[in-house]
T-cell receptor, first 115, second 115 residues
């Protein structure tokens, strides 16, 4: 049973560029959440997708956008990259009931460095 | 709104000694609480979670946590530390406002285990 997978594992970009990160959820899961983890910090919630719609969003600017596909995989897009966007981006999957007790399973993350 | 405070960004114990990692929460609704562990260059792995019912929760790798409503705490313990326990530990609370079940994390506690 494959867990949550993310690609790429590492990425280096320049300020002002755009980046797309990808996530495949755990088998049987239909909800994908994205988190940003800056160095030395806890993960911060970006947004959550369910049934191809953004269901909930954290305090991130519109430069951060996402998409969920019919097969439940998801993309995170960040436009006009800033140095402060350098972080580990984590994808988590869960079942779609949105119950607060549902466990979110995390992928290994994509480490983004913006120069 | 929910929030989590982890006291002590770094904790150091000797191998075989008791591990105690502290977490206090704030929640306007009955909380659902989680502990995750993060090994270097990896994603987050669920250790245990509290939803309802028994306040003493047992998790993987010998860890357990006790939910104390009167103290708004959910401290993580392990009777005897092992070298393999060295990692970063995150406490999180699950929120549910307007749809979605985002996790709000603390800033993490780095556990060091010494011989």
């Amino acid at each position: 049973d494959a867990g949550v997978t993310q690609s790429p594992t590492h990425l280096i970009k320049t300020r002002g560029q755009q980046v797309t990160l990808r996530c495949s959820p755990k088998s049987g899961h239909d909800t994908v959440s994205w988190y940003q983890q800056a160095l030395g910090q806890g993960p911060q919630f970006i947004f959550q997708y369910y049934e191809e719609e953004e269901r909930q969003r954290g305090n991130f600017p519109d430069r951060f956008s996402g998409h969920q596909f019919p097969n439940y995989s998801s993309e995170l897009n960040v436009n006009a990259l800033l140095l402060g966007d350098s972080a580990l981006y984590l994808c988590a999957s869960s079942l779609g009931s949105a119950s607060r007790w549902e466990t979110q399973y995390f992928g290994p993350g994509t480490r983004l460095l913006v120069l | 709104a929910q929030s989590v405070t982890q006291l002590g960004s770094h904790v150091s114990v000797s191998e075989g000694a008791l591990v105690l990692l502290r977490c206090n929460y704030s929640s306007s609704v009955p909380p659902y609480l989680f502990w995750y562990v993060q090994y270097p260059n990896q994603g987050l792995q669920l250790l245990l979670k509290y939803t309802t019912g028994a306040t003493l929760v047992k998790g993987i790798n010998g860890f357990e946590a006790e939910f104390k409503k009167s103290e708004t705490s959910f401290h993580l313990t392990k009777p005897s530390a092992h070298m393999s326990d060295a990692a970063e530990y995150f406490c999180a609370v699950s929120g549910y406002t307007g749809g979605g079940n985002k996790l709000t994390f603390g800033t993490g506690t780095q556990l060091k285990v010494e011989l």
